[in-house]
Every structure is written in C-alpha cells, then in structure tokens.
C-alpha cells in the first residue's frame, strides 16, 4: 500500500516490479540520502504501474528497492512511535493553565512559556515581538425598554457567570464577553431580527417590508466572520448589532447535553469574536449575549421586528497598542537549508484556551519534541522546518501579518509551504495554503470562545485522553516531513522591503521597536 506498489508475490517470485510514478521526487530525495544506492532510477510520469509488472529485476535490485522503502518511511514511522500522549497531556496543562488574551500579561506570559519549553528542547528558538493595535471592552451596558416611551429599562446581562464545577472559568484576569473593535458610542433604537446577518438575511426582510436602517440588528453566529457580518450590517444602516449564538441542542446522546452534562454550549455561555479594522474600524457598537439574554429580547416567533420594545447599546472600548510575541523554533535542513517548511498555529486565546488554541499547540509542542530526539540521533530534514506559534490570532492573525511584513524577503523567496495548523471545521488538521492565511471560520464546539474552554473541558469532552490531539501531532509531523522532502522548485523573486522596517528582537526590546516605529 502507499506510494509503491510491488507486484503480487506470485510474479515477485519472477522477479518482476513495478513502482509509482507520483513518488519520483521522494525517490530522489532518498538517493540523495542514502549514496550507496546506485542506478535506482524513478518510473517514468504517468506509467501505468497497477496492471502488469514492467521490468523484471535481479535479487540484488530488490534488495535495493527494500532498502529504498525503508529509508522512505523509517522517519515517519519513527515520528509515530514517539509521540506521547501523556507528554502532550503535561504540557496541556501548562499552556491552559491561565487566560490569556493578546497583548495582556497573561499573553506575554504565554509566549515566554512557549520559549522556554523550545529551548529546553534544544532547538534554536527565536521571539520576535512587535506592537499591535489591540482592542478591549472598558464599560458596556444593555438595556431593554418596553416602548419608545420608557424612560426606565431593565439592564442585561453582558456578563458569562462562572461556575464552581470549573474553578478556571472564575479567574481574576477573565474579560467579559466582548466584540473586538467595537465603535464607542451609546445608540437606542426599535430590535430587528436579521438571521445570520447575511446578505440573503437582509435582502429577504427587505421583500417582507422590513429594514435594518436605524434600528438594531440581532444577529445569530455561525457561517460566517463576525467581522463579515458586522460590516454588512453597517453597510445595510444598522444603528448597532447584538450578537447571540443559539444553542439549542438536540437531545439523545452524551454529546449533545449541555454542559456540565455533555459538550454542548449551556445557555448562559458567551462567545467572544473581533470585528474588522480593514478597510475602517466599525462606526456602530457592537455586543454579543448569551442564549439566555438573547430569549429575552428576540422578537415574537415568526416575526422579523419588536412591535414596540427598544434597546440602548452603550460601549466604551480601549483601542490602544499592545506589544505581541510570535515564537518561532527551527530545525535546520541537511541539503538545502536556505529552503523551508513553515508550520503555525496562533497561542492567544480568549480565555484559558483548552481547546482553542490549546489542541494545535500542544500538537505542535510534541512535534518539536519529537523533531528534537531525533535530530539528537543525527537526523536532519532535507529541508529546514520552523515551528511557530503566532500572538493575536484571534484578532484577525496580526502576529502573522506582521511576521510576513517583516520577512517578506525570506518569504518569497525561501518558503516552500505554509502549513496552517490551526482548528478548522474538522478540528486541528493542516491545511496548506498562502501566508499570511486569512481569518477563517474556525471549528464549532461547545466552549468555543467562553470562559467554558478551559483545560478540564478539553480533558473531559472535547479530547478525553488527549487522542485527537496525537493524531494531530502526527498529521501534523508527517506533513512537514512530506514537504522538507520534496524537491525544493525555483525561488520566487523577492518583493522590495522597505528599509524603515524594525528589524526583530527579544520579548523586553518591545519598547524600542516601538519608538522606532513611531521615528
């Protein structure tokens, strides 16, 4: 099975073989590191391998094709047998062990451990740090009135209670559940129910007589970016959103129980999410309630508008610079070490981060360690391979950005393949693609984005045992491996970088690229 193919042991007998055409490059790659193999020679592109045996070859040309498909997956069959799950479980419990917010102490904090935990691995590790316009909720209210005519409303909850069945989600350094980049401003206005705030939402209440202009839209999550939906509903007039997320579960199975008693999302959970600065930050404020808020302002079933009920959206936010920290580990190629594999996942989180980010880094802290034992034996990728773990993630990948605007050079010219590691819709899987890669919709669970995704709800519903997570370290391993084996195409040529760029430096010279930056 795989790649090569050998014939059926009846015609092996004869001496006949044929091999995969797809695998040339690899078998390259393997002559050129394994010299004592001579005159191996790949199939020709396109031969048909899978009827009929196509060469007939000596005992001792067998031996050398063995030779071959051993040297071909020794490496990821040594990468399997090392990766632990109980490693992968002691370090889960340090990096979701507190809150950690971009741009907070919590942050910082989380990207000295990351060094820390590269470093004693033995792999050269770099922190590269850098400021970031960063987005903080300092005073929000809601309040619900009746009439246009009340004077007096009654204040919602904006607030996601805590619960002593998990003690993490009582944490001091907790933020409230927020939208990122939220205009400052106090607006009071008639409630419109707009679906999910797409464009099909608003074109449909517009067939029905209904429009959003001046009122407030109340806006599901899911199937699409907050920040899409926050500009199309100022696009469309809208005097501010409230986002809720419905989490009505079905019934029947472990899984789909609230929690504590399952993994789906409990009434009172709020997910946090980041509007968009790109073209302009939002001019209209921006909330998001929980379930059981959003039952209390939701307007009659079947209809798209309160008949009378209004709400007042007041949001005071801190847009300030905030310095972030990407940490980069690299393990240096045998041949063509200029050429490299870049493999990333963001570390921030809105909370603890048990399974945002908390699967993906772990993953890839096990993989660091597992490419560390072996380069330890005297293994080298043939090209080099760079672990990094990106700050500010959740504010629309800053830490990449800002990575890519910096060594853009290095990035046209040298990176063979970006490989995105961070939870997709089916969870921590690699996806190869441009750098830097776009926000996308991430993977929906439970506890995504609430104070809920802590390290005890990844233990006990999301990974019990940490099995998803090995099976990330793995894909994720043999991912790199298949890249830095290939062979390396001809360079891009190098955009020009402009010379009043910061060059990179160590978590405490944040200050001074800043200065620099203003200069």
């Keep these: 099975s795989g790649p090569w193919q050998i014939a059926p042991s009846s015609e092996m007998a004869a001496g006949a073989l044929s091999l995969d055409s797809p695998v040339a490059p690899r078998f390259r790659t393997v002559q050129n590191q394994y010299p004592f193999v001579k005159g191996a020679r790949a199939p020709p592109a396109g031969a048909d391998i899978c009827a009929k045996p196509t060469a007939r070859v000596s005992i001792e040309e067998l031996l050398t094709v063995w030779l071959l498909l051993s040297a071909l997956f020794a490496d990821d069959d040594k990468l399997t047998r090392l990766i632990s799950t109980e490693r992968i479980a002691a370090v889960h419990r340090q990096i979701a062990a507190h809150p950690h917010v971009a741009g907070s102490v919590g942050g910082r904090a989380q990207a000295e451990l990351i060094a820390q935990t590269l470093r004693g691995l033995g792999l050269k590790t770099e922190t590269h740090s850098y400021w970031a316009l960063l987005s903080y909720p300092r005073r929000m209210t809601l309040r619900l009135f009746p009439n246009s005519a009340a004077k007096q409303g009654v204040i919602l909850s904006l607030n996601e209670r805590s619960d002593v069945r998990d003690p993490d989600t009582a944490a001091i350094d907790l933020l409230p559940g927020f939208i990122a980049y939220s205009a400052t401003a106090r607006v009071r206005a008639p409630i419109v129910n707009a679906g999910y705030g797409l464009p099909a939402d608003y074109e449909a209440l517009e067939k029905s007589g209904v429009s959003v202009k001046d009122k407030i839209a109340l806006v599901r999550l899911g199937q699409a970016l907050v920040a899409e ?31 504590p008693d399952g993994a789906a999302r409990a009434v009172w959970f709020v997910e946090r999410a980041a509007a968009s600065r790109d073209p302009v930050p939002p001019r209209i404020p921006l909330v998001v309630v929980s379930w059981s808020v959003a039952e209390q302002i939701l307007p009659p079933r079947k209809k798209a508008a309160a008949p009378t009920t209004e709400l007042e959206i007041e949001t005071h936010m801190n847009d300030s610079p905030r310095p972030i920290f990407n940490v980069i580990a690299t393990i240096e190629g045998s041949e063509q070490p200029d050429r490299f594999v870049l493999l990333g996942a963001h570390h921030d989180a809105w909370s603890a981060g048990g399974v945002d980010p908390g699967e993906p880094v772990a993953a890839l802290l096990e993989l660091a360690r597992v490419l560390s034992t072996l380069s330890k034996t005297g293994w080298k990728p043939r090209h080099t391979i760079q672990l990094a773990f990106w700050d500010a993630g959740e504010y629309g990948n800053q830490g990449a950005a800002q ?13 063979l393949a970006y490989v995105n590691c961070d939870l997709t819709a089916n969870g921590a899987t690699p996806v190869e693609g441009d750098f830097p890669p776009a926000p996308t919709m991430e993977m929906a669970f439970g506890a995504r984005h609430s104070i809920y995704d802590t390290a005890a709800y990844m233990n006990r519903w999301y990974d019990p045992g940490f099995r998803k997570t090995r099976s990330a370290a793995e894909l994720f391993g043999r991912t790199a491996l298949r890249l830095a084996a290939m062979d390396a195409p001809p360079p891009h040529p190098a955009p020009p970088v402009s010379k009043n760029e910061p060059a990179h430096g160590e978590i405490e010279h944040a200050e001074a690229r800043l200065a620099l930056a203003k200069e």
């Design 403 to 415: 990575h890519a605007q910096e060594f853009s050079k290095d990035l046209s010219g040298k990176l």
């Design 229 to 259: 939906k926050a500009q199309e509903a100022e696009k469309r007039g809208a005097a501010g959103v409230v986002f809720y997320n419905d989490n009505a579960p079905k019934t029947g199975t472990m899984k789909q129980l609230r929690w």
